[in-house]
């Protein structure tokens, strides 16, 4: 971190596990700060001493001790209760070594409306705290009985006029109420004593639940924090950048890779902000390859289906069991070395085209992707490799006959590529994912490869709610889709949990359907059902509706464009391909045509297909 970055703190009530356990994530994922979140001191066997010096030897400082509740605006017998507990914890404070305290806005009901009563009796206890050399963050809850937005929280700690008091600005308690938070840059900059972010998804809900359940890091959800953080920055903020987010899957998952994917996001935003030293993302140039890690029971399969498809086998690794299969410019890898169940396949490993596959890999370990050693011999090629979150390789490579380097190299010529189906490269891929991890391999791509994310979608597919979230470049031609069931409980389920597609793409697609089925494509069958439908709510002209009938062939349409589409069965156990056209501006998945793909695959599978 350089000198001029502002520091990076995280609240340990966002990792799960012990506070030993959280300290010791925290640092590990290089966090500057740790505010101390009281539950979890209280749970400790430690003392607050020995926190304190545990956390001095993990390198990290105590930036805030929280919270405080139901303080300000209470009768004189509660202020009396209230002013000897805030003394003990000044006691708590000293021995931690914290020189803040988050005080939140009162949801008590013995508070009353009263902004007069409340300053004073800030003023008081921040001048209690200021002689024990503590200060006093007040913050306003969204759910505040009285007090729940920033600007009136403002004018409090403002009539309170307390060198010790300022404020604590929570971007969720900010962004989910729909406040404009422009108005912050008027605040002065030493007022400002402490900053929580947290993103969100938008949710139209008790705003107390969804902030106890559905925060996020920031980039994976909904609100526009560097905006907001730029605004914090502006009015002259220089303490650090705080995570606080309560989350259902983060507060049960390993807090190892939790805090990381929270450094992540950090990192991501500063890079927005212009405050750190991430080296920029090198544009990409496309799909150099997806590896099926494959057996000797689902390699022939694969190799039939590719085939079928158009494609041909063209080369042979010199040193590996890996063949290059190749039909335009989609190049699909068959390795033999899968580790899976036998007669299994599944999608290893995805390279992309960069203009600096040496500056794509800086990037990425700056982002904390971990990288992955590879062997290859003399005269090799030496592919930069990242380990994606659900154990994905992603290569950076420039693939072309004018690069002395070129991975294709590696491959003996086996035979030239033929005429094929129409297909000239790979379109984009559909990666499910374990639920507890979409939204962290959301920010994953998208920081680390500098992809943009589309909105998060959700549709009812047969065995549940599906959520879908693409990201792109902007000239998307390096597009994921990442996909996740919402709930999966007991055993109705359906036998392809973490189903992987490779689309490709073609000019024409009912031409390559016609012509991959008379080479004996494994193409998925769609009922008539869909096509009367579709006929009722689109009414595409007939000759093109009686076409698609014909070939099994799905369709959707925007306001920019249309898309046709059409789908193999399903390969060794999760893999397909689909095969797409792209007419006009449609930038889409065709994912209102999912949960009928979904179907048909179902059949397929109990016909034995």
């Not at 799960?16 to 979140?37: C, M, P």
């Not at 805030?64 to 209230?82: G, I, K």
């Not at 203009?355 to 290859?376: I, T």
Request: with cysteine.
């Amino acid at each position: 971190m350089s000198s001029t970055e502002p520091r990076r703190s995280i609240a340990t009530v966002c990792l799960s596990g012990t506070l030993a356990d959280k300290l010791t994530a925290a640092a590990r994922a290089g966090f500057d700060g740790v505010e101390i979140f009281e539950n979890d001191l209280i749970a400790s066997s430690w003392s607050a001493k020995e926190i304190s010096e545990h956390c001095s030897e993990l390198g990290l400082s105590i930036d805030l001790y929280q919270p405080f509740r139901d303080f300000e605006a209470v009768p004189p017998d509660v202020l009396a209760r209230n002013l000897r507990r805030a003394e003990l914890k000044f006691d708590v404070m000293e021995q931690l070594g914290a020189g803040t305290m988050l005080v939140c806005s009162s949801v008590s009901p013995d508070a009353v409306d009263d902004d007069e009563l409340a300053a004073e009796q800030l003023h008081l206890l921040a001048e209690r705290a200021a002689a024990r050399g503590i200060r006093i963050a007040y913050e306003a809850l969204a759910w505040g009985r009285f007090v729940n937005t920033y600007e009136h929280s403002w004018r409090i700690v403002r009539r309170a006029a307390h060198p010790a008091l300022g404020l604590c600005l929570d971007s969720f308690h900010i962004l989910s109420r729909g406040s404009d938070p422009a108005a912050i840059r008027t605040i002065p900059g030493e007022k400002l004593f402490f900053l929580q972010l947290a993103d969100a998804p938008r949710l139209q809900m008790d705003v107390l639940q969804w902030s106890r359940h559905h925060r996020l890091f920031p980039g994976q959800g909904a609100f526009d924090l560097t905006a907001f953080t730029g605004h914090v920055l502006a009015a002259g903020y220089r303490g650090p950048l705080s995570l606080e987010v309560f989350n259902d899957v983060f507060r049960q998952a390993d807090p190892a890779p939790a805090a990381v994917d929270a450094m992540r996001s950090l990192l991501a935003l500063q890079e927005t902000l212009g405050v750190t030293d991430v080296p920029p993302a090198p544009e990409l140039a496309g799909h150099a390859f997806v590896e099926l890690a494959v057996d000797d029971v689902s390699e022939p399969r694969l190799a039939e289906a590719l085939s079928g498809l158009g494609f041909a086998e063209t080369g042979r690794h010199r040193s590996k069991p890996v063949r290059l299969w190749q039909q335009g410019d989609a190049r699909i890898l068959l390795n033999g070395n899968a580790s899976g169940p036998r007669g299994s396949a599944s999608v290893g490993a995805v390279a992309v085209e960069s203009a600096d596959p040496v500056g794509s890999a800086r990037r990425a370990q700056r982002l904390l992707a971990p990288p992955l050693p590879r062997d290859h011999r003399a005269g090799e090629a030496d592919l930069s490799a990242i380990a994606a979150p659900d154990g994905t390789s992603v290569f950076f490579c420039r693939t072309g006959a004018e690069t002395g380097d070129s991975w294709l190299g590696d491959f003996t010529v086996t035979e030239p590529a033929g005429p094929g189906t129409g297909v000239t490269k790979i379109d984009h891929l559909a990666l499910a994912q374990p639920f507890d991890h979409f939204d962290e391999a959301a920010l994953f791509y998208r920081a680390v490869l500098g992809l943009e994310p589309e909105p998060v979608t959700e549709f009812a597919a047969p065995f549940g709610l599906v959520r879908s979230r693409t990201v792109a470049d902007p000239a998307g031609r390096v597009r994921i889709a990442l996909q996740s069931a919402l709930l999966r409980r007991g055993d109705w389920a359906p036998k392809v949990r973490e189903p992987q597609c490779v689309a490709l793409s073609t000019g024409d697609a009912l031409a390559s359907a016609r012509r991959m089925r008379e080479r004996g494509a494994p193409l998925l069958e769609i009922p008539g059902n869909y096509y009367d439908d579709l006929d009722a709510r689109l009414a595409p002209e007939p000759a093109l509706l009686a076409a698609l009938r014909e070939q099994s062939v799905l369709y959707d349409r925007d306001e920019h464009g249309e898309l046709l589409h059409f789908f193999t069965v399903v390969l060794g156990g999760r893999v397909f391909f689909e095969v797409v056209q792209r007419i006009g501006a449609y930038a889409g998945d065709g994912a209102a045509n999912s949960p009928v793909r979904m179907a048909a695959h179902r059949r397929q599978r109990e016909a034995g297909a």
